[in-house]
């Protein structure tokens, strides 16, 4: 018996749900993303439906009064987005999920985010486009919208699963980047990956970490909600505390009152990128199989990951030695690993559900123009399949 | 007891204020901090949440927590501050750019849901900071730097699109009656559930200037002229309605607040 059905037939005992009880469950990436954000300590959750992540609010409608937390529709992904950043502010744990244009709408209440440094985690299944597109299918070609998406000089990080299990860990990951780096923190699963089902061996309670926000513990008058501490990351009160702050998304000084100085303004940016940057390599998550002795790199992201290592797999039966890179952080770009493992190989080859290269381009300025990179596109909604990929490590290599 | 200014909620060393001569703003954010004054709220547990536009400017000029939101979304920033913790006094200002043009959606809704959020919406009929530009409620055949030959759409009734959305508390101000304007502010401030107070204010820079009262006092005379009491209002024979503006309470009824009613759905499922 597998232990897929093993675990079902554990699901309900005398018609009561004993899931959360249960250490291993079959279980679909987006129930796992919710699970996973309950792990996490999420309490709040806005969202507006949308295939394909609409499980992601159905679970959490369901989970989360009963563990004295809310879920609420929201009017639109606009408002989703905005709940849960003042959800945030007043000190919850907070997210929100949907696809490719409800991740559209998010963006410029994103920005503010980025710019109040509010701890918040977007969940975007990614759907096929432009537009409406192939709604039900998967791509992954959000990749620039997520880091460029809203308007002007800001960034954030993003996370990709390619699994059930990673949507479980990446998304407790996301909240504890979120909350120790004062910043949004995009998951960015694809359709695939959202709507597999695999076995999950649940954590045990403590068994991950979790982390929390830093708390302010001056005099309250001395609270300066943008005063970052040595670590770059200045605490955050909550509204209701004993601190009373300001947050704008007006460029503003250390006092959350807005300032339109020049060099207020340049202190500001930096400090957003520079904060990131400087924990760069904490936040930077890949990982690799089979590259210890390689002639074919492959780079990959959430679903084609698995195709990719079917397909290095096969190269090595076939006399080809190939490994996978799989990148689990995709801002920022882990452009150090990619190009230290590039210049080992002979040959890149990046798979990747879009027309345009989104990854490919990445990788491109990590190696160098002069790497013999191949690109495996594919972008009318159905999955890059290992076939595909050994055609371009067979090739020439 | 001396009466109430509202000093203890402005930043120190801030005056002047901004706004332009004659605007209303400075006199609706009076008679709020007042109310919060004679309703002693303390700065740790109210937050004042603004939008974008001469009324979104508001939160610089307070010690109360803040938030400055996006154009438009300023109500949905505060249905998740309020919906997380109830206990806290949430405050929206908005101008009728914010409150009912880009944020039409936002305002139905938060009527429909009733959250126990305080909207304020100063209304001086079009877009004062980019210039005077025809907004959600300038009235039909008014002229705005972006309808110089008339405005062909009509204006939202803000007050009646409040109470037909259901917030529990609906009002409508003019800032030539300033007391009353505190005492308005107070009964939605206290009113569980979402209430709406129209602050309806001249822009004597751009929408007076273009639609024939050019001095300050004439547009707050203009305003003063129109306004009938809302039960006086309602007496006015349909005809003789026409251009006057009903000035007061127009709603103020209990139906359970959003939290309220989320503690029943918590119950429930606590319970299964």
Redesign the interface.
């Known amino acids: 018996m597998s232990a897929a059905s093993r675990s079902f037939r554990c699901n309900t005992v005398n018609g009561k749900d004993t899931l959360l009880s249960k250490e291993i469950r079959l279980m679909q990436g987006n129930e796992a993303i919710a699970e996973g954000a309950i792990y996490a300590g999420a309490r709040f959750y806005a969202g507006y439906p949308i295939t394909p992540s609409s499980e992601i609010a159905e679970v959490c409608s369901q989970k989360l009064p009963k563990l004295g937390g809310m879920y609420i529709q929201m009017e639109d992904e606009i408002a989703s987005i905005a709940a849960v950043i003042g959800a945030s502010l007043a000190g919850a744990k907070a997210f929100t999920a949907t696809s490719g244009p409800g991740f559209s709408l998010m963006q410029e209440n994103l920005g503010l985010a980025v710019m109040g440094e509010v701890p918040c985690v977007v969940v975007n299944v990614q759907r096929a486009g432009p537009s409406t597109g192939l709604a039900t299918r998967p791509a992954q070609s959000d990749i620039m919208q997520v880091r460029w998406g809203r308007h002007g000089d800001q960034t954030l990080i993003a996370l990709c699963p390619s699994s059930v299990k990673e949507c479980f860990a990446l998304t407790v990951t996301a909240f504890n980047f979120a909350e120790r780096y004062r910043v949004p923190v995009v998951l960015m699963p694809d359709e695939i990956v959202g709507h597999m089902r695999e076995n999950v061996e649940l954590p045990a309670p403590d068994a991950l970490e979790v982390v929390n926000r830093k708390t302010p513990t001056g005099h309250p008058a001395d609270y300066k909600p943008f005063q970052a501490d040595e670590d770059g990351i200045a605490p955050l009160a909550a509204y209701g505390s004993e601190y009373v702050f300001h947050v704008s998304s007006s460029m503003h000084g250390l006092d959350g009152y807005s300032n339109n100085d020049p060099n207020n303004a340049a202190w500001r940016i930096r400090q957003l990128h520079e904060k990131i940057a400087r924990h760069r390599d904490e936040i930077v998550l890949t990982q690799t199989f089979d590259t210890d002795d390689m002639d074919v790199l492959l780079v990959t992201i959430g679903a084609t990951t698995r195709s990719g290592r079917a397909a290095a797999i096969e190269a090595r039966k076939r006399g080809v030695k190939a490994g996978v890179l799989q990148l689990q952080t995709v801002w920022p770009f882990p452009d150090r690993e990619v190009a230290e493992l590039g210049q080992r190989a002979k040959r890149i080859v990046v798979p990747e559900m879009n027309y345009s290269g989104q990854i490919a381009d990445e990788v491109l300025k990590a190696v160098g123009p002069d790497m013999d990179l191949r690109r495996v596109n594919r972008y009318n909604g159905t999955i890059i399949n290992p076939q595909d990929i050994l055609a371009e490590i067979f090739d020439a290599a | 007891m001396a009466h109430a200014t509202g000093m203890k909620y402005l930043?120190g060393g801030i005056l002047p204020h901004m706004w332009c001569a004659g605007c209303g703003i400075g006199i609706m954010l009076g008679a709020l901090l007042r109310a919060f004054e004679e309703l002693d709220y303390a700065?740790?547990?109210t937050?004042v949440?603004t939008g974008?536009g001469c009324t979104g400017?508001a939160?610089?000029y307070?010690?109360?927590?803040?938030?400055?939101?996006?154009h438009g979304?300023a109500l949905?920033?505060?249905?998740?501050?309020?919906?997380?913790?109830p206990?806290?006094h949430v405050v929206v200002l908005m101008g009728d750019g914010d409150g009912v043009t880009i944020g039409g959606?936002?305002f139905i809704?938060a009527c429909r849901r009733n959250m126990d959020l305080t909207a304020i919406i100063l209304n001086n009929f079009n877009f004062g900071m980019t210039g005077g530009q025809v907004s959600g409620t300038t009235p039909q055949e008014c002229h705005t730097s972006t309808t110089i030959y008339g405005n062909p759409e009509r204006g939202f009734d803000i007050c009646a699109l409040a109470e037909t959305a259901g917030a529990n508390y609906v009002a409508r101000c003019i800032p030539y009656y300033g007391w009353e304007m505190k005492e308005t502010m107070k009964e939605a401030l206290t009113q569980k559930g979402f209430s709406v107070v129209e602050v309806v204010s001249p822009c004597p820079t751009h929408f007076g200037r273009r639609n024939e009262m050019k001095g300050i006092p004439d547009m707050l005379h203009w305003l003063r002229d129109r306004a009938v009491a809302v039960d006086a209002y309602r007496n006015l024979p349909e005809s003789e309605r026409g251009e006057r503006l009903a000035i007061g309470t127009f709603v103020s009824r209990d139906f359970p607040d959003f939290n309220t009613r989320?503690e029943s759905?918590?119950s429930r499922?606590?319970q299964g």
């Open positions: 930043k700065a740790t547990d937050v949440v974008i400017k939160d610089d307070l010690v109360t927590n803040a938030l400055h939101t996006t979304r949905a920033y505060a249905t998740g501050i309020k919906a997380y913790n206990k806290l959606n936002h809704h989320y759905v918590r499922a606590q």
